[in-house]
C-alpha cells in the first residue's frame, strides 16, 4: 500500500525567513496532493493542494512543488509570520480506493 | 455554528463504559469521516460514509461502531475501549467521496479511557 514519509517532524524558523516541508510517498499512480494546518487546538484545514498534471502551484506566500519523477512534493512558506506557527500534514490521494494517506506532520515555529 | 460540529468536545470514560461521539455538518456534504489522530501519527482513517453507506473500515476493532442516520449526521459508538484508544477523533465531511474533495474537519472530541 501506499506509505507516505513527511519531514521534517518539527521545524524552526526565524520570523520573515522560509520554511519548506517535504513528503515522499511510494504509489507513482497517486494523482492528488493536499496539505493541511492545523493550528494548536483546532480543526485541520485545508491550505493547499495540487494534481499530478501540475509541477508547482502558489497562493500569496505559500507554494507547492511536485516532481513525480522523484514522488515527492513540498510545501513552501515564505516570509513567515507568527501565524504560520501550527502543524502541517501532507497527503497522499491513493488510486486503488480514492482515499486520503496522510504524512505523521510537522510542526512549525515562528521564532520572533 | 456553522460546518461541522463534534460533541462531546472531552470524554473521560473507563474501559467498562459505553458512550458515543456525535458529529452534525451543515455544509450538505454527502460523505462523512471518523479520523483518529494521536501525537505525532499520521491521521488514522477509520470510517467513510458516502450517502449514509459504509464505504470504508479500514480494519477498526469492533468495539468502534459507526452509525450513519443520514448524510448529516455521523456518531461513533464506543464500549470496551482500551487506554491507546485514548486520542483525538475528528469527523470530517466533503462534498463527495472522492478525496480530491475538500475535507471538511470538526473541532475533534478528546478522548480519554481509563
Known amino acids: 500500500g501506499e506509505n507516505v514519509e513527511q519531514h521534517p517532524s518539527t521545524l524552526s524558523v526565524q520570523e520573515g525567513d522560509s520554511a519548506v516541508i517535504k513528503c515522499t510517498y511510494s504509489d507513482s499512480a497517486s494523482n492528488y496532493f493536499p496539505w493541511y494546518k492545523q493550528e494548536l487546538g483546532k480543526r485541520p484545514q485545508l491550505i493547499i493542494d495540487i494534481r499530478s498534471n501540475v509541477g508547482e502551484k502558489k497562493d500569496q506566500r505559500i507554494a507547492v512543488t511536485l516532481n513525480k519523477t522523484a514522488k515527492h512534493f513540498s510545501l513552501h512558506i515564505t516570509e513567515t509570520q507568527p501565524e504560520d506557527s501550527a502543524v502541517y500534514f501532507c497527503?497522499?490521494?491513493?488510486?486503488?480506493?480514492?482515499?486520503?494517506?496522510w504524512g505523521a506532520g510537522t510542526k512549525l515555529i515562528i521564532k520572533p | 455554528e456553522t460546518g461541522v460540529t463534534q460533541t462531546p468536545r472531552h470524554l473521560v470514560m473507563g474501559m467498562t463504559n459505553k458512550k458515543s461521539l456525535k458529529c452534525e455538518q451543515h455544509?450538505?456534504?454527502?460523505?462523512m469521516y471518523w479520523y483518529k489522530q494521536s501525537a505525532k501519527k499520521p491521521l488514522e482513517l477509520m470510517f467513510v460514509y458516502n450517502f449514509k453507506e459504509q464505504t470504508e473500515n479500514n480494519s477498526v476493532p469492533s468495539r468502534f461502531s459507526p452509525e450513519c442516520p443520514n448524510s448529516s449526521h455521523l456518531f461513533l459508538h464506543l464500549h470496551t475501549l482500551q487506554p491507546e484508544d485514548s486520542a483525538l477523533y475528528l469527523c470530517?465531511?466533503?462534498?463527495?467521496?472522492?478525496?480530491?474533495?475538500?475535507?471538511?474537519f470538526g473541532p475533534g472530541t478528546r478522548l480519554t479511557v481509563l
Open positions: 497527503a497522499v490521494r491513493m488510486d486503488s480506493n480514492y482515499q486520503l494517506i
Open positions: 455544509l450538505g456534504h454527502n460523505a
Open positions: 470530517a465531511s466533503s462534498q463527495g467521496a472522492d478525496s480530491t474533495d475538500t475535507q471538511y
